[in-house]
T-cell receptor
């Protein structure tokens, strides 16, 4: 079984602060995929990043960066110099290949980020 | 190109009525997924289609739920005799099944309220 834990339920920061969202996962599969999705107030889930289990390289995209560490089963997400538009709920998710469920996503409970001016 | 679309955006119904939710995936995407998002349960997977086939329907919450997909494209999720606990946002996602392209892209969801 797969499990994703996002221990931070809510985070509030002031604009321009850096913020890290934690994600810890559990799986017995050796091949798996990790994702982050953003859900703004409008409600639509927006894809941010996908990593596979064989690629531990960290990634940076503009103000966003991701730290994947298999040793601690973590896939943390950092927003540098946060902006009000970053306010949203962020979901970490895990998938493995399964003939019955395809690559169905197992989501964490989400972290609600509020960035105030 | 166009993203995943869902209709209706919002649906208010009375307990006991049937509802049909529609999902139009990204053109060419073989895989289609339904999820439900509710306050108590978070985001939960319901069913997966590969083409028109759903290998496993055990993720559907009850036998009042059914889903189908036709022409490898549009999918409908039907809830019969709706109950108040069915109130949730129903999300559809689609993806390719080509290696390295399995990322799921989501539609805007259907917000269902059962009175």
């Amino acid at each position: 079984a797969q499990k994703v834990t996002q221990a931070q339920t809510e985070i509030s920061v002031v604009e321009k602060e850096d913020v890290t969202l934690d994600c810890v996962y559990e799986t017995r599969d050796t091949t798996y995929y990790l994702f982050w999705y953003k859900q703004p107030p409008s409600g639509e889930l927006v894809f941010l990043i996908r990593r596979n289990s064989f690629d531990e390289q960290n990634e940076i995209s503009g103000r966003y960066s991701w730290n994947f560490q298999k040793s601690t089963s973590s896939f943390n997400f950092t927003i540098t110099a946060s902006q009000v538009v970053d306010s949203a709920v962020y979901f970490c998710a895990l998938s493995v290949s399964n003939s019955n469920s395809g690559y169905a996503l197992n989501f964490g409970k989400g972290t609600s980020l509020l960035v105030t001016p | 190109g166009a993203g995943v679309s869902q209709s209706p955006s919002n649906k208010v119904t009375e307990k006991g009525k049937d509802v049909e939710l529609r999902c139009d995936p990204i053109s060419g995407h073989t895989a289609l997924y339904w999820y439900r998002q509710s306050l108590g349960q978070g985001l939960e997977f319901l069913i997966y289609f590969q083409g028109n086939s759903a290998p496993d329907k055990s993720g559907l919450p009850s036998d009042r739920f059914s889903a189908e997909r036709t022409g490898g494209s549009v999918s409908t999720l039907t809830i019969q005799r709706t109950q108040q606990e069915d109130s949730a946002v129903y999300l559809c996602a689609s993806s390719s099944l080509k290696v390295g392209q399995e990322t799921q892209y989501f539609g805007p969801g259907t917000r269902l309220l059962v009175l």
